[in-house]
């Protein structure tokens, strides 16, 4: 993974080319589940100048990934809390999730897929899936428990091997020093070679510490690689249901597999499942969970919702698509107090 840090202050200056307080678009949410078709229609009005606006002020690429989160935000109750959306100006076809609800896409997927907003919105929400189902917190942490757990194995070991290391050479010295009380020059040559395979005992005994250290190094790489292949596929099938049910493409999901399956090592497991395993996994969860059934799911809730506002996030390196609570903490205070 690229230091992020660089990465966001090269993208602070090469993403984003409007000053700050250009980049602000506030839409406070309102329910219409009571409105009159007059409402409505004021409601609609409101939603396409806040996108109209929104298109004029951001680069095309950064428009589309604000319009797909906003609505994979509102279609599955993901608005709660700010998402923060970057691009990487390097040719790569990769997307990854990082820090705290930050979705990182690169230039060469986007290319990929341009035209075809509903697969660029299935590779977002499997990014946005990462951050829900909570693989970006538990992976690092789980990887620390295991490494802890080869040290403290790799030390035990190491002790054992250390005392019985120590209890032949005790007993060797014993003989040792009855040999040269009793043998004279015959004992003293019998101690140096008794002290000689005390010592290659105790280098052969970190040898084989050394192996075993390496074999758990071994199976903690495969088993982090076995995990990080099964929550792949978890992101996948959530990728899929929180894009369907926004009203995007089921089909785009398939699409944005099938680019993906022209890079190197697609058709083997490796820290992702083999792309042909994804796309058959799609394929059944798309007969399991049809498209239709998530959208009307989903109606009640985006019917409630107006567009999410924007705006930089607090360090200038990333666009903010906003929750639903805006995106001005002071707006909030005259909401709850009345000013």
Same mark, same amino acid.
């Given at each position: 993974?690229?230091?992020?840090?660089?990465?966001?202050?090269?993208?602070?200056?090469?993403?984003?080319?409007?000053?700050?307080?250009?980049?602000?678009?506030?839409?406070?949410?309102?329910?219409?589940?009571?409105?009159?078709?007059?409402?409505?229609?004021?409601?609609?009005?409101?939603?396409?100048?806040?996108?109209?606006?929104?298109?004029?002020?951001?680069?095309?690429?950064?428009?589309?990934?604000?319009?797909?989160?906003?609505?994979?935000?509102?279609?599955?109750?993901?608005?709660?809390?700010?998402?923060?959306?970057?691009?990487?100006?390097?040719?790569?076809?990769?997307?990854?999730?990082?820090?705290?609800?930050?979705?990182?896409?690169?230039?060469?997927?986007?290319?990929?897929?341009?035209? %075809?907003?509903?697969?660029?919105?299935?590779?977002?929400?499997?990014?946005?899936?990462?951050?829900?189902?909570?693989?970006?917190?538990?992976?690092?942490?789980?990887?620390?428990?295991?490494?802890?757990?080869?040290?403290?194995?790799?030390?035990?070991?190491?002790?054992?091997?250390?005392? %019985?290391?120590?209890?032949?050479?005790?007993?060797?010295?014993?003989?040792?020093?009855?040999?040269?009380?009793?043998?004279?020059?015959?004992?003293?040559?019998?101690?140096?070679?008794?002290?000689?395979?005390?010592?290659?005992?105790?280098?052969?005994?970190?040898?084989?510490?050394?192996?075993?250290?390496?074999?758990?190094?071994?199976?903690?790489?495969?088993?982090?690689?076995?995990?990080?292949?099964?929550?792949?596929?978890?992101?996948?099938?959530?990728?899929?249901?929180?894009?369907?049910?926004?009203?995007?493409?089921?089909?785009?999901?398939?699409?944005?597999?099938?680019?993906?399956?022209?890079?190197?090592?697609?058709?083997?497991?490796?820290?992702?499942?083999?792309?042909?395993?994804?796309?058959?996994?799609?394929?059944?969860?798309?007969?399991?969970?049809?498209?239709?059934?998530?959208?009307?799911?989903?109606?009640?809730?985006?019917?409630?919702?107006?567009?999410?506002?924007? %705006?930089?996030?607090? %360090?200038?390196?990333?666009?903010?698509?906003?929750?639903?609570?805006?995106?001005?903490?002071?707006?909030?205070?005259?909401?709850?107090?009345?000013?």
């Amino acid at each position: 993974m690229l230091k992020i840090k660089t990465i966001l202050a090269i993208l602070a200056v090469a993403t984003f080319l409007l000053p700050s307080n250009q980049l602000s678009v506030k839409a406070n949410p309102t329910s219409s589940e009571n409105s009159t078709p007059t409402e409505q229609t004021k409601d609609t009005e409101q939603a396409k100048n806040i996108y109209e606006q929104a298109k004029q002020e951001l680069p095309d690429d950064l428009y589309t990934l604000y319009r797909i989160v906003d609505r994979i935000a509102r279609a599955n109750g993901l608005d709660e809390k700010p998402w923060r959306i970057i691009i990487f100006p390097k040719y790569e076809i990769n997307a990854f999730a990082t820090e705290v609800n930050l979705i990182a896409m690169y230039n060469g997927i986007l290319d990929q897929l341009v035209g %075809d907003a509903s697969a660029i919105a299935c590779v977002v929400a499997h990014e946005m899936a990462h951050h829900t189902e909570r693989h970006i917190a538990l992976a690092p942490v789980e990887k620390l428990a295991l490494i802890e757990k080869i040290e403290q194995e790799a030390q035990q070991e190491v002790l054992a091997e250390k005392q %019985d290391a120590q209890a032949e050479a005790t007993g060797m010295s014993i003989g040792g020093t009855a040999a040269r009380v009793f043998g004279g020059r015959a004992g003293r040559v019998g101690g140096a070679v008794l002290g000689n395979a005390s010592r290659q005992r105790t280098k052969a005994s970190q040898e084989k510490i050394n192996e075993i250290v390496a074999q758990k190094k071994e199976e903690l790489e495969q088993t982090l690689a076995e995990e990080g292949r099964k929550r792949e596929l978890e992101a996948d099938e959530k990728g899929y249901l929180y894009s369907a049910k926004a009203g995007f493409e089921p089909e785009g999901c398939l699409r944005a597999m099938n680019v993906l399956l022209q890079t190197p090592s697609a058709e083997f497991d490796t820290t992702h499942p083999a792309v042909p395993k994804r796309i058959e996994a799609l394929k059944d969860l798309m007969v399991k969970s049809p498209a239709t059934s998530l959208v009307e799911e989903a109606k009640a809730l985006i019917s409630q919702t107006e567009p999410l506002s924007y %705006d930089f996030s607090k %360090d200038g390196a990333s666009l903010r698509v906003n929750s639903s609570r805006g995106g001005s903490s002071g707006d909030d205070i005259e909401r709850l107090f009345d000013y």
